[in-house]
Structure formats: structure tokens, C-alpha cells
């Protein structure tokens, strides 16, 4: 994920979705996590599913905005 990209570079003229807003998204479903994990929380294997469809629908919009050139492997 390019989350070191300025706004600049990640606001492009052809826009198939807020590429910004998603990266902040992620970010801060990561970042939850981060914290839960360090007070111990477990995560479920549904948490798990859930934060990686998320991830892959996100890098998918950011590979049609042409921000994302690497695929990430289906399932």
C-alpha cells in the first residue's frame, strides 16, 4: 500500500474512487488493530476475512486509479 505518496500523487485525474480515503481507512483499521492486538485482543478468523476483503477491494481501486501496480493473489 502506498501510504508514503503525497496527496498530489494519489489524486489523479482519472478517479475511480477516493484513492486518499481509502488509504486512510486502511489505515486506521490497521491501526485498531494494532492497539487491540497489544491489549490482547484475538482476533477471529470472520476479523481476519473481514480486514482482507477490505484490503483487497481497496487495492483494487487503487490499481485502477494506477496508484497499485501489484496484484495481490486471489484466493
Given at each position: ?12 485525474v ?22 487491540r ?20 477491494k ?18
Open positions: 500500500m502506498p501510504f508514503e505518496l503525497g496527496e498530489e500523487a494519489l489524486c489523479s482519472s478517479c475511480n474512487g477516493c484513492s486518499l480515503k481509502l488509504l486512510e481507512h486502511i489505515d486506521i483499521e490497521m491501526s485498531d488493530w494494532e492497539r492486538l497489544s491489549a490482547g485482543d484475538v482476533p477471529t478468523f470472520g476479523d481476519l476475512k473481514r480486514l482482507a476483503s477490505t484490503a483487497r481497496i487495492h483494487a481501486v487503487l490499481e485502477r486509479n494506477g496508484i497499485a501496480t501489484n496484484p495481490i493473489p486471489s484466493q
